[in-house]
């Protein structure tokens, strides 16, 4: 499965009506730690295909979303489960920390 690009236009649809958990990265091209966390959200979409949804949204174009649930810092990643905000990773964090946080909610 690959990542989804979401936008402010579609992320309810992507996201708050999905009936699996979502993970969502909050990114944007030009931010370093942005770049260094990208391949372990890969790798998490390709080992819980099955289980997670995993989209990214670039902060920069899509205001709306990223001001909605109060994003000051990028990366930030977000997991939803029945379009609630259940939990929320900030910054370029190690796969194990990902990986734990994901996991207490599978």
């Not at 989209?55 to 977000?78: F, Q």
Request: aromatic letters at 6%.
């Amino acid at each position: 499965m690959s990542i989804i690009q979401v936008m402010d236009s579609n992320f309810e649809l992507e996201v708050i009506k999905c009936s699996k958990i979502v993970l969502v990265d909050f990114s944007a091209p030009w931010c370093g730690p942005c770049r260094m966390i990208a391949p372990v959200v890969n790798e998490v979409a390709h080992e819980y295909e099955n289980k997670v949804k995993v989209v990214k949204i670039n902060t920069d174009c899509n205001p709306s979303v990223a001001t909605e649930y109060g994003i000051r810092s990028i990366p930030t990643l977000m997991l939803f489960k029945n379009g609630v905000r259940i939990d929320t990773v900030i910054g370029a964090v190690p796969r194990s920390t990902l990986l734990h946080t994901l996991n207490k909610h599978l």
